[in-house]
Nanobody, 129 residues
């Protein structure tokens, strides 16, 4: 069974940090790209970063470029999103998603939610001012 499970969300003050985890199962880790997305109330789902063994790290959003980093632990089939210097506008539900790298670099670089096949349930991040 293919499954993605996010954890690590919560309430944090502006300027603080959080690390989100995405545990993947049912995949061959070398064959997938995992992306982090977020969706704030009333807004579209936004791609943030992506990582894969095939294509490396890809940044989707300039707004988080110098504050958020993505990493992975293949032994644990887990991808992390380290978020530093959080701002109130970072408040959203954060999702991880997966696609097969067979879809090619174009799909992986697109950052489009519809390019991804599997989604986690999301974890809430709230940043207070």
């Amino acid at each position: 069974e293919v499954q993605l499970v996010e954890s690590g969300g919560g309430l944090v003050q502006a300027g603080g940090s959080l690390r989100l985890s995405c545990a993947a199962s049912g995949f061959t880790f070398d064959d997938i790209a995992i992306g982090w997305f977020r969706q704030a109330p009333g807004k579209e789902r936004e791609g943030l970063l992506c990582i894969s063994n095939t294509y490396g790290r890809i940044n989707y959003a300039d707004s988080v470029k110098d504050r958020f980093t993505i990493s992975s632990d293949s032994a644990k089939n887990t991808v992390y999103l380290q978020m530093n210097n959080l701002k109130p506008e970072d408040t959203a539900v954060y999702y991880c998603a997966a696609m097969g790298t067979f879809r090619g670099i174009g799909a992986v670089r697109s950052g489009m939610p519809q390019a991804y096949d599997y989604w986690g349930q999301g974890t809430q991040v709230t940043v207070s001012s």
